[in-house]
């Protein structure tokens, strides 16, 4: 267990609903990631944060992500309208230091 | 895009054996770094090496970095069933201010340790 926690674990959606992922992060580390994993892949990043601020986000996130981080705590990925290619383990990562610490992902499925 | 590629894909070994595990990557670096994946969980930083740093070890493991051929191997001495996982290394560019930030990972070796 690295301190940081993921919710829901797993997430079982029809194509075209609206998804939301809630990452808490150890409290003192102010900067946190977003990752998507495909099965046989590597992580790959999606978006970062330091302290609230969004400081750069991949092309991978299209116009359907969108991710929040109010006063620098929690953060919030939330994908709209999902489609079958969004499938794949979400996660969320936190830093201090060099290293980084990952919750154990969210699972989304969409059917 | 994924940045590093590590070699074998899949490697099977007896515990006690020891495992090697590559990984190539394709832009300069600040540092490198070794992860852990159990099945269908979280990564779990193992270890990390700076650019300026050829070889570094903790416990039973042992990575080298060879900058001019932009590689890097990992070495699990005297393995347990306990390390069957999968094995991911990642790259921080060069430009990133010495910090981490946006990990650029491969796609992983599977380790299986057979009892």
């Known amino acids: 267990d690295t301190g940081v926690s993921q919710n829901p674990r797993h997430k079982i959606t029809k194509r075209g609903q609206n998804v939301t992922f809630r990452c808490d992060p150890i409290?003192?580390?102010?900067?946190l990631y977003w990752y998507r994993q495909t099965l046989g892949q590597g992580p790959e990043f999606l978006t970062y944060?330091?302290?609230?601020?969004?400081?750069?986000k991949s092309r991978l996130l299209s116009d359907r992500f969108s991710a929040e981080r109010p006063k620098g705590s929690f953060s919030t990925l939330e994908i709209q309208r999902t489609e079958q290619g969004d499938s794949a383990m979400y996660l969320c990562?936190?830093?201090?230091?060099?290293?980084?610490?990952f919750g154990p992902g969210t699972r989304l499925t969409v059917t | 895009s994924q940045q590093g590629e590590e070699d074998p894909q899949a490697l099977s070994i007896q515990e006690g054996e020891n495992a090697t595990m590559n990984c190539s990557y394709k832009?300069?670096?600040?540092?490198l770094q070794w992860y852990r994946q159990n099945s269908g969980r979280g990564l779990v930083h193992l270890i990390l090496?700076?650019?300026?740093?050829r070889e570094k070890h903790s416990g039973r493991l042992r990575v080298t970095l060879d900058t001019s051929k932009k590689s890097s191997s990992l070495l699990i001495t005297a393995s347990r069933a306990a390390d069957t996982a999968s094995y991911f290394c990642?790259?921080?560019?060069?430009?990133?201010?010495?910090?981490?930030?946006?990990?650029?990972f491969g796609k992983g070796t599977l380790l299986t340790v057979n009892p």
């Open positions: 090496i700076r650019s300026n740093e």
């Open positions: 990642a790259t921080a560019p060069q430009n990133s201010g010495g910090s981490n930030y946006k990990l650029t």
């Open positions: 409290s003192e580390h102010n900067r």
């Open positions: 990562a936190t830093q201090i230091g060099y290293e980084q610490y």
């Open positions: 832009t300069s670096i600040n540092n």
């Open positions: 944060f330091q302290n609230e601020a969004q400081l750069e």
